[in-house]
C-alpha cells in the first residue's frame, strides 16, 4: 500500500517514540490530515482504541470524522475498515477502533476504558481542565500510552501555550516558540513538537497561499495565525510602548532623572484575585513611566500583608490604595503605614488607562514578572460587534490597578508644568495635598 504525504510530515508519521505529540501550525498546512492518517497506520498495525476530541461533539460530523472517511477511501480500505455515523465510530478487522466524544458532553467520556491513544483536534478550544481531565482517560495496561495535541495557535494567555511553551507568571518555561518555528521540529523530554505553515503544503493551491499572504496588510494577528502558524498577542494591545529592561539598567536610568516622582500605588485581593504592591518612577521630561519593584500574593489576612511589605512603615512611603478596601486601609495605618485611599470614581477606570497610555515608554525592571506578565500582552475587551470596550480587558491586571493608584493625583498637566522646570519634591511618598493645589 502506498500513500503520498508532504515530506514536513514524515518524519511524524512513524514516530511514536514520546507521549505527547504537538503540532501547531498555520492553514492549510495538513497537520490535522497526517494525524489521521498516523492514527490510522498504527491501528492497522496494532489493536488498540483510540479516542478523538474536540470541545463541541458535533463538530467531529464535518471534519475529524470525514477526514477519517476520506483516507480510508484514498487508501483503498473501503472493504476493510468501517466508518460508521450512528455512533460516529471507525473500526478495523483487527479489531482497533476510533471513537469521537466531545467535551461539551464530559459524562459520556467516564465510561471510556483502555484508550491508549488520544487525539485532542483544536486542543486550543478546549479547556485546560479538559485537558488534565483527559489525561486521567488515557490508560491501558500493557500498551504505551500517547497523546496527540493539533492547533492553530492563538494567544500567548491560552493554556497551549503555558503549558508546552512559557508561563511567564509561574515561571516555566518549556520551550522557547521561536526555536521551534526555527528548528520545525524538536523534543522536549517527553513531548515531540511539530510546526508547520501552508508552504509545507505541497497538495495546497498556490491562490489559497496568495490569499493568506494578502492578510499581512489588513488583518496582522490573523496573518501571524494563518500564515505563519504563530503564537502571539491576539486583539489590539492596550500599551503598544510597553517593554522590559534589566533591573539593573532600570535603576540606572531612574538615576539619571532629573527631579523624578516617585510613587507606590496598591490594589487589594484575597480569595481570587491579587494583592498588587508596585513601586514606580515618572521621568516627567521624558515621559517615561518606569516600574521597578512589585509586591504580589494572593490568599492573604491584613496581618500576614503587612508583614510581607514591612519595609514600607520603615520608609514611610506614602501608598496609595483602591479606596474599596476601606477595612484594610484603616488596619495599615493602625500598624504605622503611610497609607491613603486612592480618589477612584465612577468613570475613573477609562480616565486612569487614558492617563498611562499618555506615557512615551512604559519600562519594566526584569524583576516585575507579574508586571509583565499582565501589561506585556494585555488585549482590550470586545464587545458582540468586534470593538473594542476601551476600560475593560480580556484579564483582570491587578498590576495595572496599582499603577492608577500609585498615580492618582498626577496629571498630563503636572508633567507639562515639570518640563517647564517648576520644582517638586524628590522624596518618595511626598506629595501635596489635593486640596492644596
Excluded at 470593538?387 to 480587558?393: A, L, P, S, T, V
Aim: glycine content about 6%; proline content about 4%; aromatic content about 12%.
Amino acid at each position: 500500500m502506498e500513500k503520498e504525504v508532504n515530506p514536513h510530515f514524515e518524519d511524524f508519521l512513524f514516530n511514536w517514540d514520546q507521549k505527547f505529540q504537538f503540532l501547531v501550525g498555520g492553514y492549510g498546512s495538513s497537520k490535522s490530515y497526517h494525524v489521521a492518517t498516523k492514527i490510522i497506520v498504527k491501528l492497522l498495525e496494532e489493536k488498540r482504541t483510540c479516542l478523538v476530541v474536540r470541545e463541541v461533539f458535533e463538530t467531529h460530523r464535518e471534519s475529524t470524522f470525514s477526514l477519517f472517511e476520506e483516507i480510508v477511501e484514498d487508501m483503498g480500505l473501503g472493504d476493510y475498515v468501517f466508518c460508521g455515523t450512528a455512533p460516529m465510530v471507525v473500526k478495523f478487522p483487527n479489531g482497533s477502533r476510533i471513537i469521537f466524544k466531545g467535551m461539551d458532553k464530559p459524562r459520556k467520556l467516564k465510561s471510556i476504558n483502555n484508550i491508549s491513544i488520544i487525539w485532542l483536534e483544536e486542543c486550543s478550544e478546549i479547556k485546560y481542565e479538559g485537558f488534565k481531565e483527559l489525561l486521567g482517560r488515557l490508560r491501558h495496561p500493557t500498551l504505551k500510552l500517547h497523546m496527540i495535541l493539533s492547533t492553530n495557535p492563538v494567544g500567548e494567555d491560552n493554556w497551549t501555550f503555558k503549558h508546552f511553551f512559557k508561563d511567564e507568571q509561574n515561571k516555566r518555561l518549556i520551550l522557547d516558540d521561536k526555536e521551534l518555528y526555527q528548528k520545525r521540529t524538536v523534543v522536549v523530554g517527553n513531548t515531540f513538537y511539530h510546526h508547520s505553515d501552508a508552504e509545507d503544503n505541497l497538495f495546497l493551491p498556490i491562490d489559497y497561499i496568495k490569499q493568506l499572504d494578502e492578510l499581512a496588510e489588513y488583518d496582522p494577528d490573523l496573518y501571524r495565525i494563518a500564515r505563519l502558524g504563530q503564537y502571539g498577542i491576539n486583539g489590539e494591545r492596550v500599551f503598544p510602548q510597553f517593554e522590559v529592561q534589566p533591573h539593573a539598567e532600570v535603576m540606572k536610568a531612574i538615576a539619571r532623572i532629573n527631579m523624578p516622582i516617585m510613587r507606590a500605588g496598591m490594589d487589594f485581593g484575597f480569595v481570587e484575585s491579587y494583592n498588587a504592591l508596585l513601586r514606580v518612577a515618572v521621568d516627567p521630561l521624558q515621559k517615561i513611566l518606569y516600574i521597578y519593584w512589585e509586591y504580589y500574593s494572593k490568599g492573604l489576612t491584613d496581618p500576614e500583608i503587612e508583614k510581607d511589605i514591612a519595609e514600607f512603615k520603615e520608609t514611610q512611603e506614602l501608598i496609595t490604595a483602591d479606596n474599596a478596601e476601606v477595612k484594610s486601609i484603616a488596619y495599615l495605618n493602625q500598624q504605622g503605614f503611610n497609607i491613603r485611599p486612592s480618589y477612584k470614581f465612577a468613570g475613573s477606570r477609562l480616565q486612569y488607562t487614558k492617563k498611562v497610555k499618555r506615557f512615551r515608554k512604559i519600562i519594566c525592571s526584569s524583576r516585575c514578572t507579574n508586571t509583565i506578565y499582565e501589561l506585556k500582552g494585555l488585549t482590550y475587551a470586545v464587545d458582540k460587534q468586534g470593538k473594542i470596550i476601551e476600560d475593560q480587558f480580556k484579564i483582570d491586571p491587578h498590576t495595572l490597578s496599582a499603577i492608577w493608584y500609585a498615580l492618582d493625583d498626577y496629571e498630563v498637566t503636572d508633567l507639562k508644568e515639570e518640563a517647564k522646570g517648576r520644582p517638586r519634591s524628590k522624596q518618595p511618598g511626598r506629595r501635596k495635598k489635593r486640596d492644596e493645589k
